[in-house]
């Protein structure tokens, strides 16, 4: 799907919920009286989401206009003005928490994004989202993760064959689940294995896995896996990644981190809508 079809499908949706049949708080405004107003973030952060704040404005005042003071994917500071916004009053007011909703939501993500970004940089791990988004927000949350400079993993189920666990139980071994996954992928999708100690590392990288995902091993663990696989596989980290324990992780030489926390912990950015 495309960007601009997921904020079609995204605002349309919020404001069908925010808005319903109407908004009559809004009638408390004459119906020509225009306005200006101002978007203050109230700490610091990455900027992100301006796409669908712009969209929600028109949609109820297709000459609103919107001049973002800062680029997308901006750091600001606290107190920095964000954007200023000019239209019918009443519009302002009916788009104003739906907007806002959007521009928190999406700027949390790509804030710790570039969090996580910067703790691992100088090394080679890249860092990766996860499936553990906000339902019906997935693209949304994971163009805030690239805004805020990390990368994707999986969009969904159907673009990749993750063997976890579970698939290993089922098909009774690494070797046998990797063996039927070859026969079932298709050409276009790739292919990862998720292990939970060296012993099983081994077998994936003897059954010709090159991608293998470390479950939440110790870096003590990741080091000796990294030296294990040597250049045969790339290997991701995932489980319990957090900014306090990702510089150690990064260090230990994996290809990539997966944190779901990206998008699945999020504390919304502080923004301030006013009219001047």
Not at 49 to 75: K, S
């Amino acid at each position: 799907m495309d960007l601009a079809s997921v904020i079609e499908r995204d605002v349309t949706a919020a404001l069908a919920e925010d808005v319903g049949s109407g908004d009559p708080s809004a009638l408390l405004l004459p119906e020509q009286k225009t306005a200006r107003a101002v978007v203050v973030c109230r700490q610091d952060a990455v900027i992100c989401g301006q796409a669908w704040f712009e969209a929600c404005i028109r949609r109820l005042d297709a000459q609103g206009a919107v001049t973002w003071l800062v680029a997308e994917g901006a750091r600001v500071t606290r107190g920095a003005r964000v954007c200023e916004i000019q239209g019918k009053a009443r519009a302002l007011l009916t788009a104003e928490r739906t907007a806002l909703n959007f521009l928190q939501t999406l700027s949390a993500v790509a804030t710790a994004a570039r969090r996580h970004v910067d703790a691992a940089a100088g090394t080679r791990a890249k860092i990766v989202d996860t499936r553990k988004t906000l339902p019906g927000l997935r693209y949304a949350q994971k163009y805030a993760v690239r805004t805020g400079g990390a990368a994707n993993h999986r969009m969904g189920l159907y673009d990749a064959m993750l063997i976890k666990e579970n698939h290993i139980a089922a098909a009774g071994g690494i070797r046998q689940a990797i063996e039927q996954a070859r026969k079932l992928a298709r050409p276009e999708i790739w292919m990862q294995v998720e292990v939970e100690n060296l012993s099983q590392l081994r077998q994936a990288l003897d059954a010709g896995a090159t991608m293998i995902l470390l479950d939440n091993m110790s870096p003590e663990q990741m080091r000796e896996a990294v030296k294990i696989a040597g250049d045969r596989a790339e290997l991701e980290a995932s489980g319990g990644i957090t900014l306090d324990n990702i510089r150690a992780v990064a260090e230990t030489g994996v290809h990539r981190i997966s944190i779901g926390s990206l998008t699945k912990d999020v504390k919304a950015v502080d923004f301030s809508l006013r009219f001047e």
